[in-house]
């Protein structure tokens, strides 16, 4: 094996996807499952798809491209509001796209007359987090009434984005609100909407407990599926029937010695124009391992599966591991470290990070 080589299990990611899709199901939701976490790898969509996800969402118009020409064959959701300059592109290679202004829609819609065809918008209503979405219910409420008059656009629902940004927490009230607006809508257009989005992983602590309002019938998961960490570890909320450790970062040692834990000389800054300061432990033995912050971004987000391991500190391309006395590393050998998203998100998408993927 070639390393540092990021090992993902595809198996463990189709099985996340049908537990969460099936928790799901049971209240009438939806699961589009999201994959940028993972460098939007076809294999993974693929995955997803096997494990019952009924769209495949990605933030960039590339990535729906390059899953699109794969075959890929569940709708393709953008989950990021389209850029103005991608407006034929979204239309060629996107079903769906969540959205929020109605000059962007236009264009989509004029795009779709020329082209023959149709695409479907979620409009996004922000309930407070702040990141995308109307923060007004009345303008959202008359943007679906101008999208009803569209021969190109269809309005296929309404959804939000939770915590994200403002780190603010669904809830029965905010979802609610969004059920309720989802109503608004449908009496002013005499239709159902086909998506009342409630959001991402951070709700589906509530479709888990039961505590989702009826009426939100779509989620949008990426997390909860590729890694299934965050709500265990972070949210402290059991996630039944999934793995947490699909990918798995190997590196391996290029030096093992003996050296002081305090540096020697006058401190300056480091690679990264810091100051840091160190605890002075005396003589430590010390690992480097083929792997830096290039790679990972947020050293604190690996976790090494040798729990006797203890990450010290990293510079763009090396990772400074204290290794226990007694141990009997020697150069060569492989370290592993399972990742929370954000390292897994810079991992997957690093140019000198091998992949193999398992079935
Ligand atoms: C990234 C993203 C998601 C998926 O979020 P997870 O927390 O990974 O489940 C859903 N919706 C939008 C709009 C996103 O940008």
Same mark, same amino acid.
């Given at each position: 094996?070639?390393?540092?080589?990021?090992?993902?299990?595809?198996?463990?990611?189709?099985?996340?996807?049908?537990?969460?899709?099936? *928790?799901? $199901?049971?209240?009438?939701?939806?699961?589009?499952?999201?994959?940028?976490?993972?460098?939007?790898? #076809?294999?993974? *969509?693929?995955?997803?798809? =096997? @494990? @019952?996800?009924?769209?495949?969402?990605?933030?960039?118009?590339?990535?729906?491209? +390059?899953?699109?020409?794969?075959?890929?064959?569940?709708?393709?959701?953008?989950?990021?509001?389209?850029?103005?300059?991608?407006?034929?592109?979204? %239309?060629?290679?996107?079903?769906?796209?969540?959205?929020?202004?109605?000059?962007?829609?236009?264009?989509?819609?004029? !795009?779709?007359?020329?082209?023959?065809?149709?695409?479907?918008? %979620?409009?996004?209503?922000?309930?407070?987090?702040?990141?995308? @979405?109307?923060?007004?219910?009345?303008?959202?409420?008359?943007?679906?009434?101008?999208?009803?008059?569209?021969?190109?656009?269809?309005?296929?629902?309404?959804?939000?984005?939770?915590?994200?940004?403002?780190? !603010? +927490?669904?809830?029965?009230?905010?979802?609610?609100?969004?059920?309720?607006?989802?109503?608004?809508?449908?009496?002013?257009?005499?239709?159902?909407?086909?998506?009342?989005?409630?959001?991402?992983?951070?709700?589906?602590?509530?479709?888990?407990? @039961? =505590?989702? /309002?009826?009426?939100?019938?779509?989620?949008?998961?990426?997390?909860?599926?590729?890694?299934?960490?965050?709500?265990?570890?972070?949210?402290?909320? /059991?996630?039944?029937? &999934?793995?947490?450790? &699909?990918?798995?970062?190997?590196?391996?040692?290029?030096?093992? +010695?003996?050296?002081?834990?305090?540096?020697?000389?006058?401190?300056?800054?480091?690679? $990264?124009?810091?100051?840091?300061?160190?605890?002075?432990?005396?003589?430590?033995?010390?690992?480097?391992?083929?792997?830096?912050?290039?790679?990972?971004?947020?050293?604190?987000?690996?976790?090494?599966?040798?729990?006797?391991?203890?990450?010290?500190?990293?510079?763009?391309?090396?990772?400074?591991?204290?290794?226990?006395?007694?141990?009997?590393?020697? #150069?060569?050998?492989?370290? =592993?470290?399972?990742?929370?998203?954000?390292?897994?998100?810079?991992?997957?998408?690093?140019?000198?990070?091998?992949?193999? $993927?398992?079935?």
């Amino acid at each position: 094996m070639v390393y540092p080589n990021l090992i993902i299990r595809l198996d463990y990611i189709q099985e996340n996807a049908a537990s969460i899709s099936q *928790a799901c $199901f049971k209240h009438a939701i939806d699961v589009c499952g999201v994959v940028k976490g993972l460098h939007s790898e #076809i294999e993974v *969509a693929k995955a997803m798809v =096997s @494990g @019952g996800v009924r769209q495949i969402g990605d933030a960039r118009l590339e990535n729906l491209k +390059k899953l699109k020409n794969a075959g890929i064959n569940v709708p393709l959701l953008l989950t990021r509001i389209p850029m103005l300059s991608e407006i034929e592109a979204l %239309v060629d290679f996107a079903d769906i796209s969540l959205n929020s202004e109605i000059k962007t829609i236009e264009a989509i819609n004029e !795009v779709c007359m020329m082209k023959k065809r149709s695409h479907k918008v %979620v409009l996004m209503y922000d309930l407070g987090d702040l990141r995308e @979405g109307f923060i007004d219910q009345e303008q959202l409420l008359h943007t679906a009434i101008q999208i009803e008059d569209m021969d190109g656009v269809i309005l296929e629902g309404i959804g939000t984005n939770l915590g994200c940004y403002g780190s !603010v +927490k669904p809830t029965i009230e905010n979802l609610s609100e969004l059920v309720l607006l989802a109503n608004r809508i449908e009496s002013q257009i005499g239709r159902k909407l086909n998506i009342v989005s409630g959001g991402a992983t951070s709700t589906l602590p509530m479709v888990l407990e @039961g =505590s989702i /309002p009826k009426g939100i019938n779509h989620l949008r998961i990426g997390e909860s599926i590729l890694l299934a960490r965050d709500l265990p570890d972070l949210w402290h909320v /059991p996630l039944p029937f &999934t793995h947490k450790d &699909t990918v798995v970062v190997k590196a391996q040692i290029v030096e093992l +010695k003996r050296k002081p834990s305090h540096p020697i000389g006058e401190l300056f800054l480091d690679a $990264f124009g810091n100051r840091p300061t160190f605890e002075d432990r005396g003589m430590e033995n010390r690992a480097i391992v083929a792997l830096g912050r290039q790679d990972f971004a947020y050293m604190d987000q690996l976790i090494p599966v040798d729990k006797e391991l203890e990450m010290i500190g990293c510079s763009s391309d090396h990772l400074i591991i204290r290794i226990p006395d007694d141990s009997d590393y020697k #150069i060569g050998d492989v370290l =592993s470290f399972e990742t929370y998203y954000g390292a897994m998100l810079f991992l997957s998408g690093a140019d000198h990070i091998h992949k193999t $993927f398992i079935k």
